[in-house]
């Protein structure tokens, strides 16, 4: 029977899986690239939202 590791980005040999400290190691990676790509998305969507806000205010003029 085959396991698959969903976080894992390869699947792990057999003789890797009783080595707690490598097992960790890849989930953490895997996590760690997975909160990255969250964060960067959620700043996309903050600074697309920001920029069409920005457009809509009408532009303050200067002077007097």
Do not use: W
């Not at 899986?17 to 960790?24: P, W």
């Not at 953490?28 to 205010?57: G, H, W």
């Amino acid at each position: 029977m085959t396991q698959r590791h969903i976080a894992t980005v390869n699947p792990l040999p057999s003789s890797i899986l009783h080595n707690s400290t490598e097992v960790r190691r890849q989930y953490t990676r895997a996590a760690a690239k997975q909160t990255m790509q969250f964060i960067s998305r959620k700043v996309r969507i903050f600074n697309r939202k920001a920029a069409a806000v920005a457009q809509d205010l009408p532009q303050v003029q200067g002077g007097h």
